[in-house]
């Protein structure tokens, strides 16, 4: 009976670490913190918002039935969500100057990462601006199309200084000075 054990186990490629990259670049479901899986959540009830166009209760509903919700930071997603839904025309006004085409364009899920971008960058300020691009770049890697993520960085880092100017003027300077 060894020998089959020993024979399986030798069939099995090695374990694969839970934290770190994939090979595609995203991060492992391991290394994400509590907000970043909000965010993913956030992503997936805003994508069937925008594209259903169901009740936000019902889509609320649903996503925190999903498996891993209880890993989520709660509060970060019940933000997310539902300020994104009652601001969109809001959070569209500061994208759609920056896009190159219209809104109905670009795909659902750039235009729910974008949401979350603009929302972040103009409610949570607790969030660092560089880290609110970081967060939705590394999204629309992960949920995008092949070259959305660019898209979604190009305008967010058109709106960080229109929302966040001191904060991104006080980066932009310390970036500039020369390192002893």
């Known amino acids: 009976m060894s020998e089959i054990k020993s024979s399986a186990a ?16 995203a991060r492992k479901a391991g290394s994400k913190s509590d907000r970043s899986r ?19 209760a ?10 891993g919700f209880n890993k989520a930071d709660s509060v970060h997603f019940d933000a997310l969500l539902q300020g994104c839904v009652e601001q969109g025309a809001q959070l569209d006004a500061l994208i759609i100057p920056l896009l190159d085409r219209p809104m109905a364009e ?12 603009a929302y972040e960058l103009s409610h949570c300020l607790d969030v660092p601006w560089r880290v609110v691009l970081n967060e939705c770049i590394e999204l629309a ?10 898209y979604v960085n190009a305008v967010l880092n058109g709106i960080a ?9 006080s980066d932009r300077s310390q970036a500039k000075k020369p390192r002893a």
């Open 161 to 169: 200084p229109v929302l966040r100017a001191a904060e991104v003027e």
């Open 58 to 67: 019902d889509i609320d509903t649903f996503t925190r039935d999903l498996a």
């Open 38 to 56: 909000a965010r993913e959540f956030a992503l997936q009830g805003l994508y069937q918002s925008l594209v259903s166009g169901n009740p936000i």
């Open 141 to 150: 890697k992960e949920f995008g199309g092949t070259d959305g993520h660019k």
């Open 10 to 25: 030798a069939k099995r490629p090695p374990r694969q670490p839970r934290t770190g990259l994939t090979s595609t670049g």
């Open 106 to 117: 670009i795909s659902p899920v750039e235009h729910a990462v974008m949401w979350i971008g």
